[in-house]
């Protein structure tokens, strides 16, 4: 799945831990999202998008090889 949380949190001049603390994970599950290592649930991608004011599907897209 790619996202473009990095993006998204550039655009506010954001840094990982203050999403963190709005999204109520850790700063390393930040890092990992941004990095393709981890998959958020869904009430998790649910929140960024509020956070971001935004869609999931802005953030959020899938690859051909999550089809598999």
């Given at each position: 799945m790619n996202n473009s949380i990095?993006?998204?949190r550039a655009?506010?001049?954001m840094t990982q831990a203050e999403l963190a603390g709005l999204a109520k994970v850790s700063?390393?599950?930040i890092n990992a999202m941004e990095l393709n290592?981890?998959?958020p649930s869904t009430v998790l991608a649910l929140?960024?998008?509020s956070i971001f004011e935004t869609e999931v599907g802005k953030i959020?897209?899938?690859q051909e090889?999550?089809?598999?």
């Open positions: 990095k993006v998204e655009k506010r001049n700063r390393q599950t290592k981890y998959v929140r960024l998008a959020f897209s899938l090889s999550d089809w598999d």
